[in-house]
């Protein structure tokens, strides 16, 4: 009896000190990871708006800014269930009468290799590159986008995120 309780003793030990000092770990680099974060994000609205000189974060969506101080755009964040998992997609709205799509940047995927992974190319993405919103379909759908071959499930999350994002998003923007 004595044994077992030995036992349990050294286990909640070594299981409090594996806890503390994983808590420890992530606490130390929690600021690090934010930073890496934000200059990535930093990079990718210049990619999509090389004229910006700033931008501001109003609740989830970035409004981007001309060194001038004019509002030349809109980024958010959109979402979409691919074969592999999630692929999260900047959007890049130009701030004209029609809130056309400027560009969009694949931040994230697991797609398959050599096939879903298509996705980042320029070939597909460069698709998106100032459309009328209702362009945003595939061809299949009317559309003016082409799916990749092989990878018809990955080009549809990414139409389906960036159009269903759009039309979220777009309410708050004209207001």
Do not use: H
């Amino acid at each position: 009896m004595k044994e077992n309780v030995k036992r349990v003793v050294v286990l909640t030990i070594i299981i409090l000190v594996s806890s503390l000092s994983l808590y420890a770990y992530y606490t130390s680099t929690e600021d690090l990871i934010r930073e890496q974060e934000t200059a990535k994000l930093t990079e990718e609205i210049n990619q999509i708006f090389p004229d910006a000189g700033r931008f501001v974060q109003k609740e989830d969506i970035y409004y981007v800014y001309s060194d001038d101080g004019d509002l030349i755009g809109y980024a958010f964040k959109a979402t979409g269930k691919g074969y592999g998992g999630d692929i999260s997609i900047l959007v890049g709205v130009n701030n004209d009468e029609d809130l056309t799509i400027r560009k969009i940047s694949v931040l994230s995927q697991s797609e398959t290799p050599g096939l879903g992974t298509r996705i980042t190319e320029d070939e597909f993405i460069s698709q998106f590159n100032n459309k009328p919103i209702d362009a945003i379909k595939l061809r299949s759908n009317n559309g003016e986008i082409d799916a990749i071959t092989g990878a018809t499930i990955s080009s549809n999350a990414v139409v389906n995120a960036v159009y269903t994002e759009y039309k979220n998003k777009i309410k708050s923007i004209q207001r």
